[in-house]
């Protein structure tokens, strides 16, 4: 969980992360001294920076830890929340050790 929000607030606190064009990304969070994030992000049709837009986490698990978000994103979460107009990440699903 702290893996998740650490992500939101790299995302809108550090002026480095790209603008990234409409559709879906797969992109990677190094963070020093622990494992990368991977994830998928979606970008509506028509975003401006300038203009106020949901963010919706779609949490999910799944055995594929860098893929897993980007299909779990394309082929279920973004065709239902379209019409929201939101930008949607789904951060790939951390493979557990015991």
């Not at 995302?11 to 603008?19: A, F, I, N, Y």
């Not at 837009?53 to 897993?68: I, N, Q």
């Not at 930008?87 to 050790?97: E, G």
Request: aromatic share 4%.
């Amino acid at each position: 969980m702290s893996n998740v929000l650490f992500l939101v607030l790299a995302m809108t606190v550090v002026p480095q992360v790209p603008l990234l064009s409409t559709g879906v990304h797969s992109q990677t969070l190094q963070r020093a001294g622990a494992p990368p994030i991977h994830y998928a992000i979606s970008i509506p049709p028509g975003y401006s920076p300038s203009a106020r837009v949901p963010l919706v986490l779609a949490l999910h698990f799944a055995a594929d830890p860098t893929d897993a978000g980007k299909d779990v994103l394309e082929i279920l979460v973004r065709p239902a929340l379209s019409d929201l107009g939101a930008i949607i990440v789904a951060p790939a699903a951390s493979q557990l050790t015991s």
